[in-house]
Every structure is written in structure tokens, then in C-alpha cells.
């Protein structure tokens, strides 16, 4: 019998159905198993309840908020409703497959089913990590590919003729600063003065700012260590942040001590932080008013990448100004970009090497 958490034996018993050969037969797996550490004890656990347990234990104390809430949603949806009731032990890869069959039929798209199956795959690591399960049968199961499709930009025109028809715009400081650094909605309303350098032209990203549901405003840290980054400021972005300062000051001595002192740079007149869906509302809007092409706020972020790889900075700079976890990364969403770039490589070099 296999030990118990207490060092002592425990006495496992179980009921098959067929002859003393069965018997003595699956007696020598358990045994096997047992001496190769693969044994897992029968338990009726349901995929529903361990879900929840995963999200209360491993989930609560190794992610964030925002996270949590998006693991939720994806259990809440699709898992619990077609796989909940089903014994997590009895749980196989053609029941997780006729779950993505299903969605698929139900029109729903491939980044759906993908990210249900990464949350779903995660979890039954840990399950199998627990000694709940002995394998994870959702590395047999296969979501649909995502297929990446190139992303509405704005030429350098459009973004100008952006900036320029919302100068006296509230949020023109935000929209200039995510064109000028590629920063994150969320980087941006979580940044704080003490993580800028005016006089040395850089900022560093180590908070966020987010809306949670049940939760309001929430200040975070960025998702990843890579995200966890140091950025350069051109001069336009180290002077527009001079006339937000200006602006800030202007607010606290109008405010006198109804002021919040809280110490992030874009913030509502009375110094409390700008709640960040805001400006993803108000921005389409802007965009529709003034007969631009279609774009969402995070464009601006894919606006700053692709001028500078247009401009022929290095992918890793890139990157590393993205906070992307990878150059992979970068290059898998801007191979758009990519092939002007191979000419010009191609053209460089035929100048070094030209002998007329």
C-alpha cells in the first residue's frame, strides 16, 4: 500500500468487474505504478469542481486580477457547461476535441477555442502535477489554428492628420504618448512621475492600471518580466509630458485640498486616476468624426512598431520597446512589415559592395 501524507500506510481498496485474473492483473499495474510514482488514487472529483479549485489555489496566488477574471469567463463559458460534470479522471482528449467541435459550430472563432484550450491545458498540468490525473489529455486534443491576418494601420498622413484634429482633445497627451512609445492602454494610466526621468529622457514600466469586474480600478504589475522594461523618450514625448506636468499643477492649485494626491501622470482634474476604458470609448468615436480609417486604441501601439520597423530599427529594439516576450513575437505580428524590409537589406548591401 502506498504511503499517506503522514508516512504510514494507507489501504486502498478497489471493486472490478471479471475474474481473480483481472483482479491480480490490475493489482500488478497499481503495484507498477506505485514503484514508478505514477499512482493516482481514484477520486470522483468532477472537471467543474477541480476548475474551481484550481482558480482558488494555484490561479489566485500566481496571476493577476485581470487574469483571473479572463481564466473565469473562459470555465464559466465553454468548460464547465459541456465538460463540468464529467469525473476529471474520465476526462479524455476526444471529449475536450467534441468541445471545440462545438464552439466551432456554435461560430465561434479560433482565438475562442485557443484560448480555452491553453487555460483548460494549464490547468490539467497542475492536475497531473497534483497527482489527480497521470497524464494531461488535453496536449492529445487539437484547437484550430489562429490565423494571423494583417492589421488596419495608419500611414504616417492619417496618424497626423489624427494629432492634429485632436490637439485641444483631453486625451491628446494619451493618443501622442502610445504613438511615441508603443506603451500598453494599460502601461500608460499606470504610469506614476516616480517611474519618470524628464531630464534623462526615460521611463520605466512597473505598474498598471486596469478596470476590473467587482474590483473598480485596479494597480497592477506588468504580466510578464519582459513587460517590466525601461523606455527612451524622444524629445516630443519628454516635452509632452513637461505640458502634462504644467497642466497637473495648474489642476492642484485650482483644487486647493479637494486635490488627490496620487501621483499618476494622466489623471481626472481632481488628481484621482482616469479610468482606462475611457479612452478606449471616446477614441473610435474621434476616429469616426474625423472620416479616418477604422482603428481601436491598441493600434496606436501597432502604429508605433511598424513606423519603427519601417524606419529600419532593429527587431530586437522593437521588441524590447514592445515589452514582447519574444523577437518571435514581434516578427510573427509584423511580418506585414517584413518583406520592404528585406529590400532594403538587399539594397544596402549592394551599396557597400558597389565597384562602379
Known sequence: ????????????????????????????????????????????????????RWLETYAATNTNRKTQQGYRGLIDRYLT????????????????????ADMHSRGLGAPSIVATHRVLKEALGHAVRWSVITRNVADAAA???IERKTMPMWDVAEINRFLDA???????????????????????FGLKWDAIDLAGSTLQVVRTLQRITDYGLVEGQPKTQRSRRSISLPPAAVELLHGVRGTEMEHKLSHGE?????????TQMDGSPTDPDRVSKEFPKLVKVHGLPH??????????????????????????????SSIAVTMDIYSHVLPGMQEEAALAVERLLDRS
Open 295 to 324: 482603428l481601436t486604441f491598441h493600434g496606436l501601439r501597432h502604429a508605433h512598431a511598424t513606423l519603427a520597423l519601417s524606419a529600419g530599427v532593429n527587431p530586437k529594439i522593437v521588441s524590447e520597446r514592445l515589452g514582447h
Open 143 to 145: 484547437p484550430p489554428r
Open 1 to 52: 500500500a502506498p504511503l499517506d501524507g503522514t508516512g504510514q500506510r494507507k489501504f486502498v481498496s478497489e471493486t472490478i468487474k471479471g475474474t481473480k485474473k483481472d483482479a491480480e492483473s490490475l493489482l500488478r499495474e497499481r503495484l507498477t505504478a506505485i514503484e514508478n510514482g505514477g499512482y493516482v488514487a481514484s477520486d470522483k472529483e468532477t472537471v467543474a469542481q477541480f476548475m474551481v
Open 81 to 100: 457547461p459541456y465538460l463540468g460534470n464529467i469525473k476529471l479522471q474520465d476526462l479524455t482528449a476526444r471529449r475536450i476535441q467534441a468541445l471545440y
Open 258 to 266: 479637494l486635490w488627490s494626491n496620487t501621483g499618476y501622470v494622466f
Open 166 to 188: 485632436t490637439a485641444n482633445d483631453h486625451f491628446y497627451p494619451v493618443y501622442h504618448l502610445a504613438i511615441l512609445t508603443g506603451l500598453r492602454r494599460s502601461e500608460i
